[in-house]
């Protein structure tokens, strides 16, 4: 396959998170490695319909390891979901002599790279990039690790005005289908209580856990809830409710929104930024095409992307039991 593969673009597609920039970083310093060009693609896919593209070269992405974002730009097409569009992106491609391509982003992201893939049988390699860590076949996607400090650093805030003013702070963090960020950070953080869609707390539970924990003699809490819990219609319904049945709390709410998804990545989202890049550009290369690269067992490996956009990430059933002792 070294042969026929001798320009490899590279975009990112979806929601940024931290590493997206290290990952972009390691395409084009792998394939310069290799003797292969590599087109940079801006706006993900809407982009690639564009043909807006751009030569990348080992010089162009110097200093770019440590910044959040994406120097590449982010887009979600409507344009790519229709058979027209990815035509368009296909005839693009072929005229700038791009032979494969890597897609850092999520499984909306990877669906549309499969899809691409199986109509023009065009060489595709995924980079999972979401905070949320929400794809099956890794441990950990980029952003991740830097989106659980930069919540526990918050946390940590919070919970120095809350023990101040006996108050009671609901902390809504990302995670719209699983609860991977809130329950990490709400152990690491010390939450007294922890929602997430996998498990069901129930309102009257919740109120009864906060009141033995006031009766334990703690005077302020901090409850983190991931913004996909099904307790709620939302973290204001969680307020209000507890406003209604609990006395002695003043009831706050926190919405950490997109600042989770900024800052510069942490240490460990640019080293696996790194290896993953370094990993899709190699299997092109060595005739692989249509999977994700995944970190298992500390391990950088591949799965298709079929099981990766159709499977589900799971919580981790020991860290739930941590967490019940925990907040004891």
Request: net charge neutral.
């Amino acid at each position: 396959m070294l042969d026929t593969i001798k320009k490899i673009g590279v975009l990112t597609s979806g929601g940024d998170s931290p590493g997206m920039n290290a990952a972009v970083r390691s395409v084009v310093r792998a394939c310069a490695f290799h003797n292969i060009e590599c087109i940079g693609i801006y706006r993900g896919y809407e982009g690639m319909i564009d043909g807006d593209f751009i030569a990348m070269d080992a010089r162009s992405v110097k200093g770019i390891i440590n910044k959040g974002g994406t120097i590449l730009k982010s887009a979600r097409s409507k344009d790519f979901r229709t058979v027209e569009g990815r035509a368009k992106a296909h005839q693009e491609l072929k005229k700038a002599g791009i032979d494969a391509f890597v897609v850092i982003g999520g499984d909306g992201s990877f669906t549309g790279a499969m899809i691409f893939n199986q109509e023009f049988n065009f060489p595709v390699m995924g980079i999972p990039g979401t905070i949320d860590n929400d794809i099956y076949g890794t441990t950990h996607t980029l952003g991740y690790d830097t989106a659980l400090n930069t919540v526990v650093d918050a946390i940590d805030k919070i919970r120095d005005t809350a023990s101040s003013h006996n108050r009671l702070f609901f902390v809504e963090v990302m995670g719209r289908d699983v609860g991977h960020i809130a329950l990490n950070a709400g152990i690491a953080g010390g939450a007294e209580e922890i929602l997430i869609p996998e498990e069901d707390l129930g309102l009257d539970r919740l109120v009864e856990s906060l009141r033995r924990s006031k009766k334990s003699g703690k005077s302020s809490s901090i409850v983190v809830v991931a913004e996909g819990d099904k307790i709620g219609k939302s973290v204001f319904e969680l307020k209000d409710f507890v406003d209604q049945n609990m006395e002695g709390y003043d009831v706050r709410v926190s919405v950490l929104g997109h600042m989770q998804r900024g800052g510069s990545p942490s240490c460990f989202d640019r080293v696996l930024a790194s290896r993953m890049g370094v990993k899709a550009v190699e299997s092109l290369i060595g005739g692989k095409s249509n999977f994700m690269v995944g970190l298992k067992n500390d391990v950088i490996d591949l799965t298709p992307f079929d099981q990766a956009v159709k499977g589900k990430s799971k919580i981790n059933m020991e860290l739930l039991r941590v967490s019940d002792i925990m907040t004891t």
